[in-house]
């Protein structure tokens, strides 16, 4: 049959799917190629860099692994229903995480804003749809360590709920009242703060008060994934898009299965609720469980070394320089990974480190690294393509010699 019969014929064929399916320029794969062909980022003018950055949102996180992308691609071409993708993967992401259940949310974010909803509303559709008003509620407070209130603390208020500070075991004890609907933790600031995890979930336990933990960018090491569900938070709630290398727009929620079935009625595809916007498509939610699957195999000591050997290939070139200083450190909790500062002396480096990142921007290939302070910069490896380290030595190098 000739393509243009063939159009005619399909345009009157009850069973186009069927005889379209394995008809290459009529499959919906056609659509997928001809697309891949233009050169958007080009045509669009668009600046691509090399992240020694990290994994910041501005900077568009993380690379999603080719895992994620075949996963992305395949699914695009079918339609599934939302919830059977939601049940099995969350499924799958509750096993690998120890946890009784999971979703996959529009980010760490919506995954404290939809769990807290579900917390507030349970299955009460009534509830749901009245949410952030709490009026009628009997439960409507959340306690926080003071030092843990910091900006992440407005993605749970979103729901309406109040936040009580407490500094104390003994504050905590007697902040505790018939209006406390959870307790929420920021594991970032576990040292900040004077109760730690498991004094937090003693207490919580003893008057069965919901706990969250917000652990967005706590992986790696891979273990977190699981100590704090094994630890008994209610409910665990990370970033997909930052070191697992999931969709940037991804996260997961788990915990209690009574807590994420709430929390799932507070989010797409039902309406009426706080969480409609959230919306996370099917693509992104079989990347989420691609990059998590491919994230907990992945030889984590290899992976480490890997980063080290970077972090040395970068130190070394710039050490050469005069007046130049370097320390690793590695961040305890957030951003867990070998983390470069490189100092110099501006008596003998004439240079800002504002003026250094605009010539690393405006550079050839442009790379993007964090300003510490005024003669300071940070610089974070593990988003670097195997390679990059390279060629960021040699340019960090060559632009503080070119001052010095
Ligand atoms: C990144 C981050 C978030 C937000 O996570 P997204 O996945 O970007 O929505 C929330 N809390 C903390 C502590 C974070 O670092």
Redesign the pocket.
């Known amino acids: 049959m000739k393509r243009r019969d063939l159009i005619k014929y399909l345009s009157v064929a009850p069973v186009v799917g069927a005889v379209g399916a394995g008809i290459p320029f009529l499959s919906a794969n056609a659509a997928v190629s001809t697309v891949a062909k233009r050169d958007l980022i080009k045509e669009l003018g668009l600046r691509t860099f090399i992240n020694a950055a990290g994994t910041y949102?501005t900077h568009t996180?993380s690379l999603m692994h080719e895992d994620v992308v075949a996963a992305i691609n395949d699914s695009s071409t079918h339609f599934i229903m939302i919830g059977d993708i939601q049940d099995k993967v969350g499924e799958k992401i509750a096993a690998i995480c120890h946890a009784e259940a999971a979703m996959v949310t529009?980010?760490?974010?919506?995954?404290?804003v939809l769990g807290t909803a579900g917390v507030l509303t349970g299955t009460d559709l009534k509830k749901i749809a009245q949410l952030p008003n709490l009026q009628g509620f009997e439960k409507t407070q959340m306690i926080v360590q003071k030092s843990h209130n910091v900006h992440?603390v407005h993605?749970p208020t979103n729901t309406g709920i109040e936040v009580v500070e407490v500094e104390t075991a003994e504050e905590l004890e007697k902040a505790i009242n018939p209006k406390t609907a959870m307790m929420w933790f920021?594991?970032?600031a576990t040292n900040d703060g004077q109760i730690k995890h498991e004094e937090w979930l003693a207490i919580a336990k003893k008057h069965k008060i919901p706990t969250m933990i917000?652990?967005?960018?706590?992986i790696p090491p891979v273990t977190n994934l699981w100590k704090f569900n094994e630890l008994g938070f209610d409910l665990v709630?990370v970033?997909?898009?930052?070191a697992i290398r999931g969709p940037?727009?991804?996260?997961i929620l788990m915990g209690r299965a009574d807590l994420i079935k709430a929390a799932r009625l507070n989010a797409p595809p039902f309406g009426n609720n706080i969480g409609r916007g959230m919306k996370v498509n099917k693509e992104e939610i079989l990347g989420m469980y691609a990059a998590l699957d491919h994230y907990v195999k992945l030889d984590h000591d290899k992976e480490w070394k890997d980063w080290e050997a970077r972090v040395a290939v970068i130190e070394s070139a710039v050490k050469t320089v005069g007046g130049v200083t370097t320390t690793v450190t590695v961040p305890p909790i957030?951003n867990h990974n070998p983390l470069l500062n490189i100092a110099w002396d501006t008596a003998k480096v004439k240079i800002s480190s504002d003026d250094l990142a605009l010539a690393l921007r405006n550079g050839n290939p442009s790379v993007e690294i964090m300003k510490f302070s005024p003669n300071s910069i940070n610089i974070t490896v593990f988003m670097l393509k195997p390679g990059e380290d390279k060629i960021v030595a040699k340019r960090v190098q060559e632009e503080l010699k070119k001052v010095s």
Not at 214 to 218: F, G, L, Q, R
Not at 239 to 242: I, T
Not at 248 to 251: E, H, L, R
């Open positions: 949102t996180a529009s980010g760490c974010w919506s995954a404290l992440y993605a920021l594991n970032l917000d652990i967005a960018a706590d709630c970033s997909g898009g930052k940037q727009s991804a996260g957030a």
